[in-house]
């Protein structure tokens, strides 16, 4: 970019964003950096000409300039409590900020909320809910919710089916903006003969909410020889007696395959390119960044009606939506697909070109970019 260019870009800045994550992310791990929750500031400022400031007790700094270097981060003073410490920083910093970004409905963002406002009159605050169907039910009623939700100039949801719910059901206005993907490597296009007859899923393998052991109860009783199941995360220390048991079967030896956690993302790609199939067999979902990995590697989706599950399969037209915790309609669904070659590919080609066009960050945040231009948030 020549001088001119930079100069034109610097007198166009959209605004000067704030980032504070809620207490329980008060220290910024390095995961969360490539994550949704610092993705969306970060390249607002990459994509859209903004100003971003992270401020929380901790984040590697070294990585933050790696992946977004024009980011600034700030570190809040310790005292021993966030929220308080969180407040002193508002309270002397809000000024220098045009937009409060939140991160989820958390009942420490209506008091943040307010002191950028009091502080700031002028300020605007955008909320990303980051919220899933159970949590949504438990606090839409609450005071904190509509307190939170009344003091925002945007409010953004991740499924269509939380969007309806909240417009119909609250008085304030949600916008629907999915998550997506952001690719920090070149990546070459892919073809469906680079496919192999591999079922993966990825995540923390052996949680409560994961129900690993539906999904490896379920691929194991399915009839679909020459196929392998590939789990791809962190195994909780109490899933591994489980883990065991299932080995006892005669398919798992040559069919399953537990890889461990893969940080390295272009070897994580790598799993992803090869796989037909992207398999989620969770209880609660918020709409999770992994649907939008497997998409835009053309997998056919096989996923329990979590939030967002009908989303990223646009109702089914790209994978298969099961009940939650069923065995037999989820040994069904990988006996029906996988034989289905044609029906494979067909997906791949609808998904891929779908995910390619549509569910890239810098896609999806030209859309929230455009809704801050027309809610006042940006000029």
């Known amino acids: 970019m020549n001088k001119m260019a930079k100069r034109w870009r610097f007198l166009y800045m959209s605004g000067r964003i704030l980032f504070i994550p809620p207490e329980y992310d008060c220290n910024i791990s390095n995961a969360q950096i490539l994550k949704d929750t610092c993705l969306v500031p970060c390249l607002l400022q990459k994509y859209y000409g903004y100003h971003t400031t992270i401020a929380a007790y901790s984040i590697d700094e070294s990585l933050l300039k790696i992946h977004f270097p024009d980011c600034k981060f700030e570190c809040i003073n310790y005292t021993g409590i966030f929220n308080r410490d ?12 045009d937009i409060l970004f939140m991160f989820g409905p958390y009942e420490c963002y ?17 909320l990303k809910l980051d919220m899933n169907r159970y949590w949504l039910s438990r606090i839409i009623s609450t005071q904190h919710f509509s307190a939170l939700l009344g003091m925002c100039h945007l409010i953004s949801v991740e499924s269509y089916n939380l969007y309806r719910i909240i417009n119909r059901e609250t008085p304030f206005n949600v916008e629907l903006i999915p998550n997506g993907f952001y690719e920090t490597f070149p ?77 390295d993302r272009q070897k994580l790609e ?43 399969t646009d109702n089914e037209q790209y ?6 915790g069923d065995c037999k309609t989820i040994t069904g669904a990988f006996e029906k697909i996988c034989p289905d070659d044609d029906k494979i590919q067909e997906v791949f080609n609808g998904m891929y070109s779908f995910a390619r066009s549509e569910l890239s960050w810098k896609y999806i945040l030209g859309k929230l970019d455009i809704l801050f231009h027309l809610k006042g948030l940006a000029k």
């Open 187 to 263: 990546v070459e296009p892919l073809g469906y003969p680079e496919k192999e007859n591999i079922i993966i899923t990825v995540g923390r393998l052996g949680i409560v909410e994961k129900q690993t052991d539906v999904l490896l109860k379920a691929f194991l009783d399915a009839d679909i020889p020459g196929w392998k199941l590939k789990l791809i995360g962190n195994v909780a220390q109490r899933f591994l007696s489980t883990m065991e048991t299932f080995r006892e079967h005669p398919k798992f030896e040559q069919a399953v395959e537990f890889t461990g956690p893969i940080y």
């Open 110 to 126: 209506v008091e943040f909320g307010a002191i950028y406002k009091k502080c700031n009159p002028d300020g605007k605050i955008y």
């Open 270 to 312: 790598e799993e992803y390119r090869r796989a037909k199939i992207f398999c989620m067999t969770s209880n609660v979902e918020a709409y999770a960044h992994v649907f939008a990995e497997a998409a835009k590697n053309g997998c056919y989706i096989i996923s329990t009606d979590v939030d967002g599950a009908y989303d990223i």
């Open 319 to 324: 994978g298969t939506v099961v009940p939650v």
């Open 86 to 97: 969180a407040h002193t920083y508002i309270n002397e910093h809000a000024n220098n900020f």
